[in-house]
């Protein structure tokens, strides 16, 4: 399982419900939440199979960016 953590400009639970839908229908993403409370609005992604870039292309989608952090890991 990796852990992938991204910056985001997500701003509210406004922004969540409409990323929702993409980061959903990622089949390689089996949970991920945003903080809030963090400055950068930490996006944390676990994936078996996904990658960064997958991930950057879905908050694309929706209208959003994402800039992946040194704090992603394997694990």
Same mark, same amino acid.
């Given at each position: 399982?990796?852990?992938?953590?991204? &910056?985001?400009?997500?701003?509210?639970?406004?922004?969540?419900?409409?990323?929702?839908?993409?980061? !959903?229908?990622?089949?390689?993403?089996?949970?991920?939440?945003? !903080?809030?409370?963090?400055? !950068?609005?930490?996006?944390?992604?676990?994936?078996?199979?996904?990658?960064?870039? *997958?991930? &950057? &292309?879905?908050?694309?989608?929706?209208?959003?960016?994402? *800039?992946?952090?040194? !704090?992603?890991?394997?694990?």
């Amino acid at each position: 399982m990796k852990t992938l953590k991204f &910056k985001t400009n997500i701003k509210c639970n406004g922004c969540i419900n409409a990323v929702t839908p993409f980061l !959903d229908k990622s089949n390689n993403i089996s949970n991920w939440s945003v !903080d809030l409370k963090s400055p !950068d609005r930490i996006l944390t992604v676990e994936t078996e199979e996904g990658d960064a870039e *997958e991930v &950057k &292309k879905l908050l694309n989608e929706a209208g959003y960016q994402a *800039e992946e952090t040194e !704090d992603s890991s394997n694990r």
